[in-house]
């Protein structure tokens, strides 16, 4: 029988405050007790904030769809990830986020999809070659493939360079080390206190995101001037410097500018990284599953129309989310008393949508905790999943890229699985914790290997090959 998926244990139902702060510090998915995943809502009450984590479906749509404007995002939250993101489209509220999300939705509108394909199938090819000298068999960490494969499409897409320049690179490798700097929540989500209070970031954390931050406004200003010359290229960078806003007619100053592409760069490359490190782990530890995946990764035609064939795959990708939510929990914030299920709550009450939990709820998942990408094509599935799925958030802060970072994800995997197959590492387990997302604690190494059938493939055609990965080949 295959082993569950890894799951941090969860902390003892009882635990002093101090106690309860130094885990929440050091990793939010091991800090919370085990009643959470079958709880519709949850108490917390400390000497400096009083939070509850909801998982009720009504309260969900009342948070995220019905009324979020009185559900705003948590100033507490945002001070810890200010340093890098600064007024990003992540952390405002009101009507600094409304322009905001009026300059950058359309660069991500579905027919816009198209344009940044041939960008993602590029990085896909460069991802499968940069791993051939690495598929002899001994075990791989493929984190920092995963990192470098999403890095590669952001840069990619949003300026159309490839990982290999020396102002990508150098991002890259700041952004690494920020992410292991950077806690989810740091002292300023547990002390209130004026904006002018020191929020005890490290001093790695700070230079990191003044690095990272640099090297941005240094592409933001080539781009601009590119704009100002004629000679920009078509892609998200440039789609998004010049969409004025419809009310206003401005666009995103430079400042602004950089901002915005250190979300991109977050959402687009943290994220995916995540998702795809975790799916490919999973793949790896089901190897039936995987040699379905393949097959339909061997029929992908390789255009852009091709996509809506990679069902299992994107299937896949869904189940990984679920299980590994790249960002495991949300806050939002009470604007004035509420009432959650009888109980009152006061003004700046911290309201917490854990996808983490949610997405594992004993009442709502058919066995939670369990790797199945086919619950997604059974009534039962799609109807936990319309109740209690949400990786991407959902309402009107919904992530405006869900629909690129599906195809990129979509891309990345059926490039890598039609190439190699992966297998997990007896003994070596990783261990999930939330850094600036869901990551392994000490990596996640894989045994990589060429599909040898391939070269016999394109002889004797795409039927044969299919059958072939189907009995494991």
Not at 24 to 31: E, H, P, Q, T, V
């Amino acid at each position: 029988m295959t082993p569950l998926p890894p799951k941090p244990v969860a902390r003892a139902a009882r635990v002093s405050l101090w106690r309860h702060l130094k885990l929440f510090r050091a990793d939010i998915l091991s800090a919370q007790p085990a009643r959470l995943y079958r709880a519709w809502m949850a108490e917390f009450r400390t000497p400096f904030f009083r939070s509850v984590l909801v998982n009720d479906p009504a309260l969900l749509r009342l948070v995220l769809r019905k009324r979020p404007g009185d559900f705003p995002k948590s100033g507490r939250i945002g001070a810890g990830l200010r340093p890098l993101l600064g007024a990003s489209v992540f952390l405002t509220n009101g009507a600094t986020w409304k322009r905001q999300r009026r300059i950058i939705d359309p660069a991500f509108e579905g027919g816009r999809l198209k344009d940044s394909f041939a960008a993602m199938r590029a990085a896909a090819d460069a991802a499968v070659a940069r791993l051939a000298p690495l598929a002899g068999g001994a075990p791989v960490e493929i984190e920092p493939q995963a990192s470098h494969a999403a890095a590669d499409v952001i840069f990619r897409t949003l300026f159309s360079i490839p990982i290999e320049h020396d102002t990508a690179a150098a991002t890259y490798r700041a952004f690494h080390a920020h992410q292991r700097s950077q806690p989810l929540l740091n002292l300023a989500a547990f002390v209130r206190g004026p904006r002018w209070m020191p929020r005890l970031h490290s001093r790695e954390t700070r230079a990191t995101a003044r690095r990272i931050r640099g090297l941005i406004a240094d592409l933001v200003a080539r781009r601009a001037a590119a704009i100002a010359d004629g000679s920009a290229p078509p892609d998200l960078a440039t789609r998004i410097m010049t969409t004025p806003d419809p009310e206003s007619g401005a666009c995103f100053s430079p400042e602004e500018m950089v901002d915005q592409v250190a979300i991109f760069f977050l959402a687009g490359h943290e994220t995916s990284a995540s998702s795809l490190g975790w799916t490919l782990y999973l793949l790896a530890t089901h190897p039936e599953i995987q040699a379905r995946a393949a097959a339909e990764a061997l029929a992908f035609s390789g255009d852009f129309s091709g996509l809506s064939g990679l069902k299992l795959i994107r299937d896949c990708t869904r189940e990984a989310l679920r299980l590994y939510p790249p960002v495991p929990m949300m806050v939002r914030e009470t604007v004035a008393p509420e009432r959650f299920r009888d109980r009152g709550l006061p003004r700046r009450t911290q309201v917490v949508l854990s996808p983490w939990h949610l997405h594992r709820h004993e009442r709502f998942w058919d066995a939670p905790d369990a790797f199945d990408p086919d619950r997604w094509s059974r009534e039962e599935g799609r109807a936990s999943a319309r109740r209690a799925y949400m990786p991407f958030s959902a309402g009107p802060r919904v992530c405006p890229g869900a629909g690129f970072a599906m195809a990129e994800a979509a891309v990345l995997l059926a490039a890598l699985l039609a190439r190699y197959r992966f297998a997990p590492v007896e003994g070596d387990v990783p261990v999930p914790v939330a850094h600036l997302t869901v990551r392994s604690k000490n990596g996640i190494r894989l045994r990589v290997t060429p599909r040898e059938q391939l070269k016999s493939c394109k002889i004797s055609g795409a039927n044969s090959c299919k059958n072939s990965i189907r009995a494991g080949v």
